[in-house]
């Protein structure tokens, strides 16, 4: 690289890893709820989100032939809601009111997302779903405190993205390709990883690079 391509590259660095986060966070939830199995008949795409309640019905985790942590598929919607709310603020990043009012919609959105189907209070309280009721309730709490939270050093709010996003692009998919050759027998054809998958793990990946340059640049951004 020449002198001068360097010298561009440090200039623009700050601006870069500024909207790499918001985009990041927005386009892991767009490959989440996208098809992670794909299929010409709609109704039976299987989307990162359903795959938390889909996996109860195969028959080698039913028969504890497969173990899984079943809550383990919502950590991308748990990343995301924490990392919109953790950078929203951020003083550093400088963001107007558009982009804060954006995240802090994804992270509601991505939060309420962690409700099962046909949910009652009641039925949040039961074994089954108290994980995914105390995560969506730490989830609220953190954007509604989203403005405290930018307060937070800057090296901690990079090292606490970081973490989530690696963990939330690693059990799920670890977990889905556990249970793929399950999905296999169902749909009776073998199956490739969709494009919501593949989406949310790049993204995850890209915030996770884009929160710890964050974290250790010097620079302010701009």
């Known amino acids: 690289m020449s002198v001068d391509a360097a010298q561009h590259v440090r200039e623009h660095a700050p601006a870069l890893v500024r909207w790499l986060l918001p985009i990041a ?6 490959g989440y709820v996208g098809a ?8 039976l795409v ?9 996996v109860k019905f195969l ?10 942590w079943r809550e383990g598929f919502y950590l991308p919607l748990v990343t995301v809601s ?13 963001y107007g009111w558009v982009v804060r009012a954006c995240l802090l919609i994804l992270a509601v959105v991505a939060a309420l997302n962690l409700l099962p189907p046909a949910w009652t209070p009641a039925r949040m309280m039961t074994d089954e779903f108290r994980q995914q009721a ?6 609220l709490a953190a954007m509604i405190f989203s403005p405290l939270l930018a307060l937070t050093p800057r090296k901690i709010t ?6 989530l996003s690696i963990s939330a692009a690693s059990v799920p998919i670890w977990q889905f390709f556990a249970v793929l050759p399950a999905i296999e027998t169902l749909y009776n054809h073998p199956q490739q990883p969709g494009w919501g998958l593949i989406l949310c793990a790049v993204s995850l990946l ?17």
């Open 158 to 163: 990079a090292a606490l993205l970081a973490a």
């Open 206 to 222: 890209v915030l996770m690079a884009a929160a710890l340059w964050f974290g250790w640049r010097k620079e302010r951004m701009v």
């Open 36 to 43: 992670w199995v794909d299929h010409k008949a709609a109704g």
């Open 25 to 30: 966070l927005m386009l892991a939830f767009v």
């Open 134 to 139: 105390m995560a969506l309730l730490f989830c």
């Open 46 to 54: 299987i989307t990162g989100l359903d795959l938390g309640e889909y």
């Open 82 to 94: 924490l990392g919109a709310s953790l950078v929203a603020f951020r003083a550093e990043l400088r």
């Open 59 to 68: 028959t080698p985790v039913r028969r504890s032939e497969v173990t899984l």
